[in-house]
Structure formats: structure tokens, C-alpha cells
């Protein structure tokens, strides 16, 4: 194996390592990861799907759910996360990668094997449930530090030490402690340890959400996605840049992942900002401040989001409602600040359109726009009549009018041309911009049923997900067929290949999750921690005399914690933590300074910045994979995207203290407008100074 590293090479390593497991297994290695992973998925639609309730078999109970849950995450850690740097270990797994393997997936699965012996003692652990405790925490640790990094590894180290420590620590954090038996019994009997809500959240919710990611990217959504940014925008004054913020953003709709986004679209949109002129610096820090803005775009959200829903105590609904005007400010201001930066650089566009009269232009963004406006209308407006009129019915002729909106738009791309699956960087030339909107409309079918089922129906999160997702495999497998039949090609091969993207996605969705369900996992002995010391409770005491009592500074004061933790825990760790810990604590203090902030501000603040560790130098995975594509220092990257961020940084503290900006007390569209207005010219303004 040749030690070389190709920069396309070190781009995939990159994103393995981040999202899916740097080990790239081949022979019976590889089939065993993948076949788990598949299964991983399978299992994980059977859990959101109301199909163990209706048929009255497989039904699980939250603690059980949970404990398969791990165990399969560390099972495949193990296998997919190579536990040292050494390339030779990439390619293969080591015997005492499968013996950890199954014995933390059976340390896991303890809790579902034994779950009737357990509930018979509980409190009172005997040896054998202390032995594969202990086994069980030091083998999540090792798989955190393989998965997740070192650092979240010590902080869960730390919180460990300090339910033993406790008598002997200053008596502002001090507490009388706790024996090997009891932590063991808290950690790992019980479901307020590892087993406890961020764990419960990964399985309900995060899993099926990444999964619906995972095969709208294998479906070509992410592809269409940036080639009609690139037909809307690219003639545009430093139009690369341009695209790279709304192709972000729209890739924002479906992944929640930094470094994925940051690659897909970058490896394209990079160079052709510096051949715009932009530089490879700032190049690499407009495509990380985009991508990793993804993460606060709704519908589906960074992991941590899902984990509100448990937290505040809110409907997913409500904190995609609350969360929605901040994101659509934060990319109009990053769009005006790359506009800027192209006035001051003195670009031209950069890529040619064809040549067409003014009124042909007129004439096809008007057809498009109202033609797209009246399908909208008439498929909300008749969903709406068949629920009234055929009530519980109705789903038959919903689904039925889904169907046919698919085939139509299917007919519809088949009269254009297949989207490239890249850019010509040397020689752009831009494609007509209605032509390649309507070749993957079919892709917003089931976006649509997603945002349906969550904001009209108002379901679950994980059953809205569940049929967004069964809608989506249903599309997979009969895109390919039917834009064959309609162009009159066989289909045979185009329905094998459609069967293979959906095992493809199937395998990507479970590879994504081994990292979130271990962290979820780990991030449970940090609150484990908190609740067994009732360090929860001394917190209030020690920032109030940090703060003195004044609001910004404990806000200030929260945002750095969310910053140091960034260095080197993932965003959804660093939400648990710092929202278990500070949020309660904001609200109280707030309270008794007299300003009441609503629970679902605190909780978007500490995500915000709590995503901000993926752009801050030294240790931004997404910063490290723009560097890789632009060739530049990836601390220089960091410090100019970190400048690009400051727009994100300052909305948290707009609407904590306006929580009108979260829609919060907003009542009619005008007001909504009013709200809308004021916000974009303030941060457009703070974009330009």
C-alpha cells in the first residue's frame, strides 16, 4: 500500500474519520460492518414505524430500545473505528478489535438480555452486573476516544473522578461521594447514566432523521440541490461564493453533518472561488461558515436539536417555527457579506449563462414560479378537503395524490437532460435555471411529507421522519424505473440500481450514527455525573457569583464554556452538557434580575455556539476539510471563518433578550413581517461594518 496520500484521498479520510469511521474494511470484515449497519437501519424504521403496534410484535420498551441501541453503536465502533492512526489498520481489523466488539456489544445489550433479573434488584447490584458494568463504561470510553476524540474521553474521565473526589474538594463544588457500587448502579443499571435521555433521543429521533439524510444524499438530492444553485447564482458577481452560501443552506434542509456538507459542495465551489478571485483562504472560510450553518437550519437540524424536544419540553414543530427566522437571517447575511467582499475584490462573473432575451427570461421565471406556487396550493388545498371530508380515510387519496405528483414530476425530468454529478471548474458554463429546478422536484416529495406531518399533522418527530423516510425509499426505488419508461429505455438495470442506492443510504445512515449514538452514550455519564452529585444544583451558586448577578455576563460567561468545550467535543455533547448545567441556570437568574427569557432561548444559544467548535481553530474539523480542498493553512482558515461567524455569534443574544425574533408573542404576518424586516436590516448592517 502505497503511503502517498492523494488530496481526494485525504478529503474521503477526512470525512470518514469525522462522520463514518476511517476503516475502510474489505472481504468478510467489510461484509460483517456493512450487513450490521444495514440491519442497524432496518431495525431503527421498524422502531419509528407504528407497524409494532399494529401487528402486536416487536414491541420495545424505551429502556430496551435503547440498550440494542448501544450495543450495535459499539459494536460497529469497534469495528469501524480503527483504534490508531496507522494506515495499515484502515484496511483491516484486528482480533482484539472483534473481541472488544462483542463484548461491549454485549455489555450494551445488558440491560435487554437481563432486563426481567434487573428489574427484581434494582439498587442492589450483584457482582456479575458490576463486572459488565465496569467492562461495559471502560469500553464506551475507549470507543468515545475512537469515534468521538480524546478530549470528551478526559471530560468524561473528569466527571468520573469527581463523583469519588467529591469529599475532598472545595466546598463550593464538594459533595459527600459515592461508592464503586452505587456509581456502577447509576451509570449503568439504571436509566440515568448512559442509558438516560441523550441515549433515548439517538434512538427515537436523531437515527431516523440522519438516516432520511443519508438517502435523500444517495438519491442525488444533494447533487440537485447545488447544481440549481449553481444555474440560479453563478453568473452572478462573485457568484461561486454565492453558491456555495444557498447550496449550503439548502443541503442544511437534509444533512446535519459540518464536514459532509463542507466536502460535497466544496471540492467544487472552492476552487471556483479562487479562480473568482476570492483566495484560498477566504475561500475555504465562506464554504465552512456555510456549511456548518447547515446544522441550524430547519427541517432537520443538528442532532443537539432533537434533544430540545426532551429538554424544553416542546413539540418539534415549535423549535423548527422558533428556529427557522434566525437561520434565514444568518444566510441572508452571510450572502450579503460575500457580495461585499466580491465589490471590494472587483470580480466579474465568473461563469457564462446562455444568451436569452430579457422576456424569455421573464416569462420562465414567471411560468416557474407561479406554476410551482399553484401546485403547492392545490396539493395543500385538496389534502386539507379529503382529511375533512373522508376523515381517517383519507391518507388512501393523500397518498394516491402523492403518487401521482411523483409520476407527473418524474414525467416532468424525464424531458430534460440527467443533472451532472459535478461542475467544470476550468470552463463553468451555466445551465438554464428552470430546466435544472425541474429535473429534481421530485426530490422536495418527501421533504414535503416531512414538514407535512410535522407542522399540519402534527405527529411525532420520529413517525413524521418514519414516513418521510418510507416515502423516500418508495422514490428510490422507482425514480430510475420510471424516468426510464417515460424516455422508453429499459428499466431492469435501473431498478437493480435503484435497490442498491437505497442499501447504499441504508449503510451511510448507520455509519454517520456509530460516532452520535457513542457520544449520546458518553454524554450520559457527564449528566449521570451531575445528578448523582447534584452538581446541577451548585451551579446556580458559582456562576451567580462569576456573574454577579448580570445577565450578559453569564451569557457571556455560558458562550466561552460552549467555545473551550468546541475545542474538542462534538456539538451534541457540548449541547448536553452545557445546556443540563447552565440552562436552568440562566433562566432562574434571569428571572430573579427581572428578565424573563423563554427556556427555548437558552437552549438555541448554547446551540449556537455550540456549533461554532466546528469553524474555531485549532481544532475545526470542518475548517480542516475546506484547508484540505483549498491547499491553504487550516488555522488561517479557522481565523477567517471564525470573522464570517460573527453574524451567527451576535443573534443569540439579539433574541434572548427579543425573543420576538424566535416568532415567541408574534401574532399575524405583519407583525411576523415587521419582526422579519427589522432583523435582516440589523444584521445586514452588522455584516457591513
Known amino acids: 500500500?502505497?503511503?502517498?496520500?492523494?488530496?481526494?484521498?485525504?478529503?474521503?479520510?477526512?470525512?470518514?474519520?469525522?462522520?463514518?469511521?476511517?476503516?475502510?474494511?474489505s472481504g468478510v470484515s467489510g461484509a460483517v460492518i456493512s450487513a450490521v449497519a444495514v440491519g442497524w437501519s432496518l431495525f431503527q424504521l421498524w422502531y419509528a414505524s407504528p407497524l409494532p403496534?399494529?401487528?402486536?410484535?416487536?414491541?420495545?420498551?424505551?429502556?430496551?430500545?435503547?440498550?440494542?441501541?448501544?450495543?450495535?453503536?459499539?459494536?460497529?465502533?469497534?469495528?469501524?473505528?480503527?483504534?490508531?492512526?496507522?494506515?495499515?489498520?484502515?484496511?483491516?481489523v484486528p482480533i482484539a478489535d472483534w473481541a472488544m466488539a462483542f463484548v461491549g456489544a454485549f455489555a450494551g445489550a445488558y440491560l435487554f438480555l437481563f432486563y426481567n433479573q434487573l428489574a427484581t434488584r434494582p439498587g442492589v447490584p450483584i457482582l456479575q452486573d458490576i463486572v459488565i458494568a465496569t467492562v461495559g463504561l471502560v469500553l464506551l470510553l475507549e470507543a468515545t476516544r475512537r469515534a468521538v476524540g480524546l478530549p470528551m474521553t478526559i471530560l468524561a474521565l473528569v466527571f468520573l473522578a469527581y463523583i469519588f473526589l467529591g469529599p475532598w474538594l472545595p466546598d463550593v463544588v464538594s459533595h459527600k461521594g459515592a461508592s464503586l457500587e452505587r456509581m456502577i448502579s447509576h451509570m449503568w443499571l439504571t436509566t440515568e447514566g448512559v442509558y438516560g435521555v441523550a441515549l433515548g433521543v439517538s434512538v427515537s429521533f436523531i437515527f431516523i432523521y440522519v438516516l432520511f439524510g443519508s438517502l435523500l444524499d444517495r438519491a442525488g438530492a444533494g447533487n440537485y440541490m447545488m447544481q440549481v444553485a449553481f444555474a440560479a447564482l453563478g453568473h452572478l458577481r462573485g457568484g461561486p461564493a454565492k453558491v456555495a452560501v444557498v447550496s449550503s443552506g439548502l443541503n442544511g434542509l437534509i444533512s446535519g453533518s459540518s464536514v459532509s456538507n463542507v466536502v460535497s459542495g466544496g471540492i467544487f465551489t472552492i476552487p471556483l472561488m479562487k479562480k473568482a478571485g476570492y483566495g484560498g483562504v477566504k475561500a475555504g472560510a465562506i464554504e465552512t461558515a456555510s456549511s456548518v450553518n447547515g446544522q441550524i437550519m430547519p427541517p432537520v437540524m443538528g442532532a443537539a436539536a432533537f434533544l430540545m424536544v426532551e429538554y424544553v419540553g416542546i413539540p418539534y414543530s415549535d423549535i423548527v417555527k422558533h428556529a427557522f427566522l434566525p437561520a434565514v437571517i444568518s444566510y441572508i447575511a452571510l450572502f450579503y457579506i460575500v457580495h461585499l467582499e466580491a465589490l471590494k475584490l472587483g470580480m466579474n462573473p465568473s461563469a457564462v449563462r446562455?444568451?436569452?432575451?430579457?422576456?424569455?427570461?421573464?416569462?420562465?421565471?414567471?411560468?416557474?414560479?407561479?406554476?410551482?406556487?399553484?401546485?403547492?396550493a392545490l396539493v395543500y388545498w385538496i389534502a386539507l378537503g379529503a382529511q375533512r371530508l373522508f376523515g381517517d380515510s383519507a391518507i388512501w387519496i393523500i397518498g394516491g395524490l402523492l403518487l401521482a405528483t411523483h409520476i407527473a414530476l418524474l414525467w416532468d425530468a424525464a424531458r430534460n437532460p440527467d443533472l451532472p454529478q459535478d461542475i467544470d471548474i476550468d470552463n463553468p458554463v451555466l445551465p438554464d435555471t428552470w430546466p435544472t429546478v425541474r429535473a429534481?422536484?421530485?426530490?422536495?416529495?418527501?421533504?414535503?411529507?416531512?414538514?407535512?406531518?410535522?407542522?399540519?399533522?402534527?405527529?411525532?418527530?420520529?413517525?413524521s421522519a418514519f414516513w418521510a423516510t418510507?416515502?423516500?425509499?418508495?422514490?428510490?426505488?422507482?425514480?430510475?424505473?420510471?424516468?426510464?419508461?417515460?424516455?422508453?429505455?429499459?428499466?431492469?438495470?435501473?431498478?437493480?440500481?435503484?435497490?442498491?442506492?437505497?442499501?447504499?443510504?441504508?449503510?451511510?445512515?448507520?455509519?454517520?450514527?456509530?460516532?452520535?449514538?457513542?457520544?449520546?452514550?458518553?454524554?450520559?455519564?457527564?449528566?449521570?455525573?451531575?445528578?448523582?452529585?447534584?452538581?446541577?444544583f451548585r451551579m446556580t451558586d458559582f456562576v451567580?457569583?462569576?456573574?454577579?448577578?448580570?445577565?450578559?455576563?453569564?451569557?457571556?460567561?455560558?458562550?466561552?464554556?460552549c467555545l473551550v468545550l468546541g475545542l474538542g467535543v462534538p456539538t451534541t455533547a457540548n449541547y448536553i452538557l452545557v445546556a443540563s448545567l447552565m440552562a436552568p441556570?440562566?433562566?432562574?437568574?434571569?428571572?430573579?434580575?427581572?428578565?424573563?427569557?423563554?427556556?427555548i432561548a437558552v437552549h438555541l444559544f448554547v446551540f449556537y455556539y455550540g456549533i461554532m467548535g466546528d469553524i474555531t481553530p485549532p481544532v475545526g474539523l470542518a475548517t480542516f476539510a475546506a484547508a484540505a480542498i483549498s491547499g491553504e493553512d487550516p488555522i488561517q482558515t479557522g481565523i477567517q471563518g471564525s470573522m464570517y461567524a460573527l453574524r451567527t455569534v451576535v443573534l443569540p443574544f439579539v433574541f434572548v433578550f427579543n425573543p420576538a425574533l424566535l416568532l415567541i408573542d408574534v401574532h399575524g404576518w405583519w407583525e411576523v413581517a415587521l419582526v422579519a424586516f427589522a432583523a435582516i436590516v440589523a444584521s445586514l448592517t452588522f455584516a457591513a461594518a
Do not use: K
Not at 67 to 76: G, N, V
Not at 544 to 561: H, K
Open 53 to 92: 403496534f399494529a401487528l402486536g410484535f416487536g414491541l420495545l420498551n424505551d429502556t430496551e430500545a435503547r440498550a440494542l441501541h448501544l450495543a450495535i453503536a459499539l459494536f460497529l465502533g469497534f469495528l469501524a473505528y480503527p483504534g490508531s492512526r496507522r494506515r495499515g489498520v484502515r484496511y483491516r
Open 1 to 25: 500500500m502505497s503511503e502517498t496520500v492523494t488530496p481526494s484521498v485525504q478529503l474521503q479520510e477526512i470525512v470518514a474519520d469525522a462522520d463514518m469511521g476511517g476503516r475502510a474494511a
Open 354 to 376: 446562455r444568451s436569452r432575451p430579457l422576456r424569455e427570461r421573464l416569462l420562465g421565471w414567471g411560468f416557474g414560479l407561479s406554476g410551482t406556487i399553484v401546485v403547492c
Open 585 to 599: 441556570v440562566i433562566v432562574e437568574l434571569g428571572a430573579q434580575s427581572g428578565l424573563i427569557i423563554p427556556l
Open 440 to 463: 429534481g422536484l421530485h426530490f422536495l416529495v418527501p421533504i414535503g411529507v416531512l414538514i407535512w406531518c410535522l407542522m399540519i399533522e402534527q405527529l411525532s418527530p420520529a413517525l
Open 470 to 536: 418510507a416515502t423516500l425509499i418508495a422514490l428510490m426505488a422507482t425514480q430510475r424505473p420510471i424516468v426510464a419508461f417515460f424516455r422508453g429505455v429499459p428499466a431492469l438495470p435501473e431498478w437493480r440500481t435503484g435497490l442498491r442506492e437505497i442499501v447504499q443510504g441504508l449503510n451511510d445512515g448507520a455509519r454517520n450514527m456509530i460516532g452520535i449514538g457513542i457520544a449520546t452514550a458518553t454524554a450520559g455519564i457527564i449528566v449521570g455525573g451531575i445528578t448523582l452529585t447534584g452538581l446541577g
Open 544 to 561: 451567580e457569583v462569576v456573574s454577579q448577578g448580570n445577565v450578559i455576563v453569564m451569557l457571556l460567561f455560558t458562550a466561552f464554556v
